[in-house]
């Protein structure tokens, strides 16, 4: 009997010492580790469909398009330049732990629309890496597609803009609390994330339509 309440305090000992590895981290300080405010939007990486997590630069693009109905010769579609908002985390804690190299972020998700569902945002941690990615114009089945008056029949290569994907990722999920949102009827939208990370990761909140939250947390480790 004594041998199993001595083996149980040592266990018990080993989790409370694990724990006290873990520092909190002012949220100011990961601010100082945020990049491309209000640049980049979420997508997916060609002929990889819903595998790998790419996104956007589509500041510079000035592309305008129509859709025009081909029985009445009307438009019926012109492309705009969107109103873009950015996400805004509002983080509740923020743990890490540098020798095992684990990092604990939880807090409040903002800057969506009121009844976005949850599972919309795109959150990962993984590893950056740049590129350039075309942008692609192709024939509509609800109407003819015109780009610089000229009919589109076939896939063509309209653009190129900055980009990058994620490599080595883990995908978290968003999620409805129990209070609403300020001046809604809406329940706050949360995150709680537990995950390790090396020097090369980047902490990102994506969703369609608006600018993503990128950190490099990464850096933490190099500090």
């Not at 997590?53 to 019926?76: A, G, H, Q, W």
């Not at 994907?165 to 706050?188: D, H, I, V």
């Amino acid at each position: 009997m004594q041998k199993i309440i001595f083996i149980t305090l040592i266990c018990l000992s080993n989790i409370c010492f694990s724990q006290d590895k873990y520092e909190t981290l002012p949220f100011e300080k990961l601010l100082k580790l945020k990049v491309d405010t209000d640049r980049f939007e979420f997508g997916w990486l060609p002929n990889e469909y819903r595998k790998t997590p790419c996104f956007r630069d589509y500041n510079k693009n000035t592309i305008k398009m129509e859709l025009v109905n081909p029985k009445t010769d009307s438009v019926f579609y012109k492309s705009e330049e969107p109103k873009r908002n950015g996400i805004k985390i509002v983080p509740s804690k923020i743990l890490v732990d540098k020798q095992t190299k684990k990092f604990k972020i939880q807090g409040e998700l903002t800057g969506g629309w009121e009844s976005v569902i949850p599972f919309e945002f795109e959150i990962y941690v993984g590893e950056r890496n740049d590129t350039i990615s075309e942008i692609t114009l192709s024939p509509n089945l609800h109407g003819d597609v015109y780009y610089n008056g000229k009919k589109v029949t076939e896939t063509i290569v309209v653009d190129r803009v900055p980009a990058f994907y994620l490599s080595n990722f883990k995908k978290f999920e968003a999620f409805r609390g129990e209070n609403n949102q300020k001046n809604s009827t809406y329940k706050e939208l949360l995150f709680d994330i537990e995950t390790e990370f090396n020097k090369k990761s980047v902490l990102i909140f994506g969703l369609s339509s608006r600018y993503a939250e990128i950190f490099e947390i990464g850096k933490l480790l190099t500090d």
